[in-house]
């Protein structure tokens, strides 16, 4: 009997255990912003932030144990620990705007600079843009610190500017980092530093810090054994040390290997912070919405001129200041900090681009004029091309992937149990489907294979990747042709691949990468989106040694520099470029710079054609490519700006519903008059928002909207004419169609009025504005959704 009521007093403990369980709430990181930070003292403004996080606790030390930062600089805010109650409850004080989750996010992952005009040739009487700026601008990367890696999600006077890189950390001992003999002082406005005793800074790279309170509470302590993360700014995934070596990288010489010859970022006299807050887990980089936070507020503290980060959450997306990236990259552009982000790979379908806040810039990616053609000969006499990184020639038995695999499908699961050693393994995309290359890899690995053709739509073949076993890409026609000669053959082919070669020139580009995320936001509508596309397709960069170029298990090999695909890519060709433009033009905002990249940019290839976009070879629109492809070279000399004004960011916080006292938090300079929502703000959409592009998210009737240009060409005397390229079905009239400029930095305005003159229902319709003076060609893309089904057109 006693053992009976024991067993029912256990049982009943547990379940009274199990329902006090079920009705505590459960915590998570959350994050409190305040608005601009107006404390000039960063210790009372941390006392003020505890005295509000303890109005949810019992006591101010419970409340102490739960915060994790206190942002103090670049903006007002702290992340904690808390339930959804203590959210809640904090979500109603007046002083605070928003409270989120902090959010994980993932990584959106030589000749590059060449393709886009910038040389290091300097034996001209006048030194290339790439040599003579950059000094004086300090490069900011949020990533996975110094030389990193990533990994396919399959396998889990420029010499003083500042760029900040929010990524995966850095490996210090590049050749992309060393200190250049003629490097001048770090600029005295640097505040910065390096954290952790296993990264040394020098002239080249001035601070390293690195932010795990975040990831730690969501995923425990680094595991340095698994992942074989090192706790300081050192990288070891390599995505970091990739991007940073993209954007700022010293020029290194006689890189060997494919791609070989000069290696160098965008402003490769630049100087680099680096900022860790991804980290490795189960072989991706992972970041945490708190530790960007803690890096964005370091990084605006510190000095940085530009800050680059290829991160970010595929839709639904987050509304605007509930996320880091909106936080972070508002302030940052507020202290004028060009905010450059990649715009994520989750193309081709469209309304997937992420990072759409208009403070900052969203980057695609596309091709290069790259190549590297691979051999296929087969007994001796038929012969092909395909696409590949093979060092030297192979020789071996052609195969079709039935012998080896269950319907021919090469997938790890449908391996038949026999070995194909010595056998080269035609395999099909189309049949599965596979849908990674990665896949088929693995599957002729475990086969024992030599190497693998595979034969895929060239729209989503990305051919410079380093392969964990050779493998050369065709198109479904060569893999065809492949697979009937071995139908007719009386005899098992030989088939000898490779080695390939590498070729400039003979390929059109660019091309928009069928993986770069396309618009419209799913946000902001209004606001076109991705701004920029730039070249994010087999870029080489700096790759730390003690990381295989793959992170696949039995992948031992060690490089120093490796080919790596992504927005994450293309983002610091975007923050390069801005470091010259910064260094070019220091009196110029981040709207002027992001003004002048976008006006500049181009929307044909070098065959004069227009780009197409990969995944289905027609036509780009401005959702595939934005502005166009980035030149940096016309961005230097744009003739006439964009600027962005406080009024327009007040209009834009208006419509979006924040009220008058809340945008006066968030403000860091104001009047009262600048920050009140007036009637006449309360338009449907911000159309009227003083972007590079204009975009009329629905058009019932006709509407008019304002753009404001700045003269900044060489010449205080000038005069532009307006020429427009009507989009189908409206008319589109500009006034005034001319402006007289009379002095340098002089401001007019002008009005475009859109009329439907067809009926539609949501229909997109693109055009474009251009304006010139014979010298600048000053071009703005005109999106319309068409929206007059049942009214009737005037």
Not at 316 to 332: K, Q, W
Not at 671 to 696: Q, V
Request: aromatic residues 10%; glycine residues 8%; charged residues 15%.
């Amino acid at each position: 009997m006693t053992r009976s009521l024991g067993g029912i007093s256990f049982a009943l403990t547990l379940l009274l255990y199990s329902s006090v369980q079920a009705t505590t709430p459960i915590s998570h990181v959350y994050i409190v912003y305040l608005g601009a930070n107006r404390l000039q003292n960063a210790a009372l403004a941390s006392r003020h932030h505890l005295h509000l996080l303890s109005k949810v606790f019992t006591s101010k030390e419970d409340a102490g144990r739960s915060m994790l930062y206190s942002y103090t600089y670049g903006f007002s805010g702290f992340s904690a620990k808390l339930n959804s109650t203590q959210a809640a409850s904090l979500a109603k004080m007046n002083q605070v705007i928003t409270v989120f989750k902090s959010q994980s996010l993932k990584l959106h992952t030589t000749r590059s600079w060449d393709f886009l005009g910038l040389t290091v040739d300097n034996t001209g009487h006048t030194p290339p843009p790439q040599l003579a700026y950059g000094s004086d601008v300090i490069v900011g990367i949020f990533d996975t610190g110094l030389f990193s890696i990533s990994i396919s999600s399959l396998f889990q006077s420029s010499l003083n500017l500042k760029i900040c890189y929010f990524r995966l950390g850095i490996w210090p001992e590049s050749e992309s980092f060393k200190e250049p003999p003629e490097a001048k002082p770090i600029p005295s406005s640097w505040k910065g530093k390096c954290v952790g005793g296993d990264v040394r800074c020098n002239r080249k790279l001035i601070g390293a810090r690195f932010y795990l309170k975040g990831f730690e509470e969501a995923y425990g302590e680094v595991d340095r054994t698994r992942d074989r993360e090192y706790r300081s700014p050192r990288d070891r995934l390599g995505h970091g040390t990739h991007t940073a070596s993209t954007a700022v990288g010293s020029v290194v010489s006689n890189v060997s290997g494919f791609a070989g010859g000069v290696a160098r970022g965008g402003a490769p006299s630049a100087r680099l912070a680096v900022y860790k807050t991804c980290w490795g887990k189960d072989f991706e980089g992972v970041c945490t919405e708190a530790d960007i936070l803690a890096a964005f507020d370091d990084a605006v503290r510190d000095g940085v001129d530009v800050i680059s980060a290829s991160f970010g959450s595929s839709p639904p997306l987050t509304p605007f200041f509930e996320s880091s990236a909106d936080v972070g990259g508002f302030h940052a552009a507020e202290r004028g900090i060009s905010v450059v982000f990649s715009g994520g790979n989750d193309g081709p379908d469209p309304g997937l681009v992420q990072n759409v806040a208009p403070w900052a810039v969203s980057v695609a990616a596309s091709t290069m004029d790259r190549s590297f053609p691979t051999n296929i000969v087969i007994d001796g006499g038929f012969t092909l091309t395909g696409q590949s990184l093979v060092s030297q020639e192979i020789t071996g038995t052609l195969a079709l992937a039935t012998t080896y695999f269950d319907g021919g499908v090469c997938k790890w699961e449908n391996w038949l149990k026999k070995l194909a050693t010595e056998m080269i393994i035609l395999c099909f995309s189309t049949l599965g489907p596979v849908q990674f290359i990665e896949e088929a890899q693995a599957a002729v690995i475990r086969a024992n294979a030599s190497a693998l053709i595979f034969a895929a739509s060239p729209t989503k073949q990305l051919v410079e990747e380093v392969d964990v076993i050779p493998t050369v890409r065709v198109d479904i026609l060569g893999g065809t042709r492949i697979r009937n000669y071995l139908a007719r053959s009386p005899t098992v082919p030989v088939v000898k691949v490779g080695p390939s070669k590498t070729v400039i020139g003979e390929i059109t580009a660019p091309s928009v990468a069928y993986f770069s995320s396309r618009g419209p936001s799913s946000l902001s509508p209004d606001i076109l989106k991705p701004d920029i596309t730039a070249p994010g397709i087999g870029i080489l960069g700096a790759w730390p040694p003690k990381t295989p170029p793959t992170l696949l298990p039995g992948d031992h090999r060690s490089v120093e520099w490796n080919f790596q695909s992504g927005t994450s890519m293309s983002c610091p060709h975007v923050a390069g470029v801005m470091a010259l433009l910064q260094s070019a033009h220091p009196d110029w905002s981040p709207a002027a710079i992001r003004s002048a990249i976008m006006t500049t940019a181009g929307t044909r290839d070098t065959s004069n054609d227009l780009i197409l976009s990969g995944g289905s070879m027609k036509p780009t629109d401005p959702f595939d490519i934005g502005a166009g492809h980035i030149n940096p070279l016309k961005a230097m000399d744009p003739g006439l700006v964009y600027n962005t004004k406080t009024e327009d960011y007040v209009l834009f916080l208006c419509n979006i519903g924040y009220t008058d006292q809340q945008i006066k938090s968030m403000l860091l300079l104001h009047s009262e008059s600048s920050t009140t929502c007036l009637p006449s703000h309360s338009y449907p959409t911000n159309a009227d928002f003083n972007y590079p592009s204009i975009t009329i998210p629905s058009l019932r009737f006709t509407r008019t909207i304002k753009r404001t240009v700045s003269n900044v060409g060489p010449n205080k005397n000038t005069v532009f004419f307006v020429d427009i390229v009507r989009p189908v079905g409206v008319e589109v009239e500009v006034w005034p169609r001319i402006l007289v400029f009379s002095k340098c930095q002089q401001e007019h305005s002008y009005y475009v009025t859109f009329t439907p003159t067809k009926t539609s229902s949501g229909r997109y319709v693109f055009g474009e504005i251009i304006w010139t003076n014979g010298f600048h060609r000053v071009r703005s893309p005109l999106v319309v959704c068409l929206s007059n089904s049942g009214f009737v057109a005037k």
